[in-house]
């Protein structure tokens, strides 16, 4: 059985990096400057957290959800 987790994604300008957390899994913070090594590092850390909270990510079903903020002004 798939184990859904939701990713939220988000850029932060100022940082000029990628920022994935999710509600799903607490403890999630990923940082990286470019979208597909924003996923790889989640890739990466997502099954270390769950073994560590003691959850099994064996079969997992991602889903990236993405956002960024834009301040644009009248016309």
Known sequence: M??????????DGEA???LATSED???LVV????????I????IV????LEISGERGD????????????DVAGA
């Open 59 to 70: 079969k997992l079903s991602l889903t990236f959800k993405a956002e960024e903020h834009l």
């Open 31 to 38: 940082e990286a400057d470019t979208w597909p090594a924003m």
């Open 40 to 43: 790889e590092e989640v890739r």
């Open 2 to 11: 798939n184990r859904e987790i939701t990713i939220q994604a988000r850029w």
């Open 25 to 27: 899994v607490p403890g």
């Open 16 to 18: 000029s990096v990628w």
């Open 46 to 49: 997502l099954p270390e957290l």
